[in-house]
């Protein structure tokens, strides 16, 4: 018996940048992670290849597999994942908003124009510029949620995807270092609200080779878990 694939298109907007001229990792991860499951599941995302934007892309579902192709190319695989994603300890929403202050990117940023972690005008782009937080080794920072990037829904989890990739990346570059995500398992435990104020937290937790590995996190104020992600990121050669 053969099962029949659900096609649709997409296509990325030109906002959901990260590197110049294709999309960001974390916001593809988001979108395949919504595309595969409705629930608190965790999904694995991997990056094959650059995503293209602007650009009529075919995404299929077959089964409990999603993937998203240009032509005859695949450029993401996402799979459901069996396990709750370990997530790095909370910090304060001020406590996470002074932390901001040590961001490196201020002072050399590989890819100014991303749409979660670049220097772009507010309410462009999301503007979560992660510092280390002092006696820890955590990043954080604090996200007050711009009301440019919900639906009629809220905040789609293509945008929460966006928020743990990036972080993740800073937990271990120094100003103008940078790499590509390869792979991100998102889990989302409740929504984000336009308008709210989160604690966005990571942690470097190894690195092999060219690979650098990291967790991530959103909280709330109060300390509730929202989201957790597991990110693996390739340096250049």
Not at 9 to 37: C, D, K, Q, Y
Request: proline share 7%.
């Amino acid at each position: 018996m053969t099962t029949a694939a659900l096609q649709t298109v997409l296509t990325v907007p030109e906002r959901f940048r990260g590197p110049a001229g294709v999309a960001n990792g974390g916001w593809i991860a988001g979108t395949m992670a919504e595309a595969l499951s409705d629930n608190r599941s965790a999904v694995e995302v991997t990056l094959h290849a650059p995503t293209p934007l602007d650009t009529e892309l075919r995404l299929e579902h077959v089964a409990n597999t999603a993937t998203l192709s240009h032509d005859d190319r695949l450029l993401v695989e996402a799979i459901p994942v069996a396990e709750d994603l370990n997530a790095p300890e909370f910090v304060p929403f001020t406590e996470a908003a002074r932390a901001e202050a040590g961001f490196a990117g201020r002072h050399g940023h590989a890819f100014p124009e991303c749409f979660a972690c670049g220097l772009r005008e507010p309410g462009d782009g999301l503007r979560v510029f992660p510092g280390p937080v002092e006696g820890t080794d955590l990043v954080a920072a604090g996200w007050r949620v711009p009301f440019t990037v919900a639906d009629e829904d809220g905040v789609p989890r293509s945008v929460m995807g966006a928020v743990l990739d990036c972080v993740t990346g800073w937990a271990h570059f120094q100003p103008g270092e940078s790499a590509l995500l390869g792979r991100l398992a998102v889990q989302v435990h409740r929504r984000v609200y336009p308008g709210g104020a989160y604690s966005v937290v990571a942690r470097a937790t190894g690195r092999e080779g060219r690979k650098l590995f990291g967790e991530s996190a959103i909280y709330e104020v109060d300390g509730t878990l929202v989201a957790a992600a597991r990110a693996t990121w390739i340096a250049p050669r």
